[in-house]
């Protein structure tokens, strides 16, 4: 899948998400307050579930951190 162009998750910022809001006819003020919203609060959510596997084994706690680490550093993300 595609977002405004780019197949690259790790590249998709916010232009894309622009791109691909005006391909579906979806208004752009809407589009800028979605990904806004997300922006600010995707990496609150992988704190959360990482925190809630903080108990388990070393391996999963650790791989939490590291998938937090991982989506903290997208360029979409804030």
Known sequence: ??????????????KHCLAAAA???????????????????VTGAFEAARDELA???R??????????ASVAALPLVR
């Open 55 to 57: 108990d388990t084994d």
């Open 59 to 68: 391996d999963t706690s650790r791989f939490a951190g590291e998938v937090l």
């Open 23 to 41: 391909a579906l006819r979806v208004g752009a003020d809407r589009a800028l307050d979605f990904v806004n919203t997300l922006r600010n609060n």
């Open 1 to 14: 899948m595609k977002i405004g162009g780019e197949y690259r998750f790790a590249a998709i910022g916010q």
